[in-house]
């Protein structure tokens, strides 16, 4: 006999699939409405101000300074603003269609295979990438500038891409799953950090393809000391490539909370939870720090070498405030990422890396300016106090 609890018919994607997964979404932001407005309204606030900024620079101050320049600048900050959107819509696409409660894990009760189940999230994901990124893609048509036809292509291959590296970011999950592998955990640190370290270094964690891409922006600064360019350049170069680094907080917290209910019930307080992602996130600007100094020093040496130059106090300061740049946004990150909803990664990305943008050119245009980076750094941490509990996911 047929069992008749299992569907019987040929399952198609478009009915039996991606629309009942797009009904279930609007369920689930129908039921919590009120948090979804709040942090809504707070992302559109924080997009509308860096679109705002950003537009207003390249489109209005910069053109009376260089025509030339502002125009090639604003085509390659349309393509970085692609390509970080593109970034953003392949982490919240993946998190939702690995989700075991999704629609899609729920074909397997109708007896779907499990290879046809991974081609329809395949196909959900690249239909999900392609729409999100185009929406994102005609809004940036609208407030930035008119995209050139590099945008648009830009747009249609990298949802392909994020497609495909969704792909082998599973196959290296299930891989790690089944292949089991040494502990790499710290025992000598307190409980809390050590677990969570020994999460960082896993191949799949989130936000580790971001170390790799934050080292290309200091590459950059050192071949700006070694061709003895502007020392703007640098100090632009590192700042960037500690924004980068700063992405993965967002990401790491956002992961760390759904398993937030395990420590909520071991009465762990938000000042220990908080504190032991800021022991972390320190350690890693301290590394950061030491890094981009010493390749920074390497690549004055390198320079005053092949030009004849002096590797002189003004180098010195140069390459201090670079590494100051590069350092501060992932050490500052912690004290941020709850203050809106620390369940939305893309919001934190984008509030984290106008904190960094101001609080980095302040340190430019007056590099006494660090100091006080303490002291925000201590009060927003007061301010987002006691939200571990009731920013978790439930």
């Known amino acids: 006999m047929t069992n008749k609890t299992h569907k019987t018919h040929d399952v198609n994607f478009w009915i039996d699939a991606f629309l009942p997964m797009l009904q279930q979404e609007v369920r689930r932001l129908k039921a919590s409405a009120a948090t979804f407005l709040t942090t809504s309204a707070a992302t559109t ?9 950003f537009g207003d620079f390249f489109r209005e101050k910069l053109p009376e300074v260089d025509p030339n320049l502002a125009k090639s600048s604003l085509f390659y900050l349309n393509a970085a603003a692609l390509c970080f959107s593109s970034f953003i819509i392949a982490h ?7 989700e075991p409660d999704n629609w899609l894990a729920m074909l397997s009760q109708w007896g779907v295979t499990d290879n046809r189940i991974a081609k329809f999230r ?21 407030y930035l500038d008119g995209l050139a036809r590099a945008h648009w292509w830009l747009a249609l291959s990298l949802p392909v891409i994020n497609t495909l590296r969704y792909d082998f970011r599973s196959s290296i999950n299930r891989q790690n799953d089944l292949t089991p592998h040494r502990s790499n955990v710290n025992y000598r ?38 061709r003895g360019q502007p020392a703007e350049l640098t100090y632009l170069a590192s700042l960037s490539g500690g924004i980068i680094l700063a ?52 690549a004055a040496l390198i320079g005053t070498t092949m030009t004849g130059g002096v590797f002189d106090e003004k180098v010195l300061k ?17 004290a941020f990422v709850m203050q809106i909803d620390g369940k939305k990664p893309a919001t934190n990305i984008i509030l984290m890396t106008l904190i960094s943008v101001f609080v980095g050119s302040a340190v430019i245009a007056a590099p006494i300016i660090a100091l006080f980076t303490f002291l925000l750094h201590r009060e927003a941490h007061r301010y987002q106090g006691g939200r571990f509990a009731r920013g978790a996911y439930h």
């Open 247 to 298: 992405w993965i907080v967002p990401l790491v917290v956002d992961d760390d909370l759904k398993t937030a209910w395990i420590e909520r019930q071991a009465a762990v307080s938000h000042f220990e939870w908080i504190m032991s992602w800021q022991r972390i996130f320190t350690r890693i600007a301290i590394q950061t720090l030491a890094i981009t100094i010493v390749c920074l020093c390497l």
């Open 92 to 98: 919240y696409v993946a998190r939702k269609l690995r």
């Open 122 to 142: 395949r196909l959900a994901a690249l239909i999900l990438n392609v729409i999100l990124l185009w929406l994102s893609a005609m809004l940036l048509n609208r």
């Open 45 to 53: 606030v924080v997009i509308a101000l860096f679109i705002y900024i």
């Open 318 to 334: 140069t390459i201090l405030i670079s590494g100051f740049l590069a350092a501060f946004p992932v050490w500052l990150a912690p």
């Open 189 to 226: 640190l307190p409980p809390l950090v050590a677990w969570r370290m020994a999460r960082l270094s896993q191949p799949a964690a989130p936000g580790s393809t971001l170390r790799l891409v934050a080292g290309l922006p200091v590459i950059f600064a050192m071949i700006a000391i070694i």
